[in-house]
């Protein structure tokens, strides 16, 4: 199973900006779709964004439309989580996920459907 790293989260006012990466290893990175998941306290884990193996093919959650960008390097192993105009309700631990998958513009929005976690990185949005 491929292994995933978040990086980049961090604490940051309210329409700030900052940008996520996830780097995987061990397996072929482009055999993958790919998703960014958060959870803040006392809620379920959420879809933000997901990209399938082709970056062309993306989609997000209503509340991020317009804010986040979902992209990926396969040339680095990499996948990204661009966030801007940050509100304080996107404060949550943040996850990459990633799912083997045989379709190229498929993509997943259900925790379920992924087999491959990182550990989470924290983001806080202050007021």
């Known amino acids: 199973q491929v292994q995933l790293a978040e990086s980049g989260g961090g604490l940051v006012q309210a329409g700030g900006s900052l940008r996520l990466s996830c780097t995987a290893s061990g397996h072929t990175f482009t055999d993958y779709a790919m998703g960014w998941f958060r959870q803040a306290p006392t809620k379920e884990r959420e879809i933000v964004a997901a990209?399938?193996?082709?970056?062309?093919?993306?989609s997000y959650a209503d509340s991020v439309k317009g804010r986040f960008t979902i992209s990926r390097d396969d040339a680095k192993n990499t996948l990204y989580l661009q966030m801007n105009s940050l509100k304080p309700e996107d404060t949550a631990v943040y996850y990459c996920?990633?799912?083997?998958?045989?379709?190229?513009?498929?993509?997943?929005?259900?925790?379920?459907?992924?087999?491959?976690w990182g550990q989470g990185t924290q983001v806080t949005v202050s007021s």
């Open positions: 996920a990633a799912r083997r998958s045989i379709w190229a513009n498929e993509r997943y929005t259900k925790p379920s459907e992924y087999g491959a």
């Open positions: 990209i399938g193996r082709s970056p062309l093919t993306t």
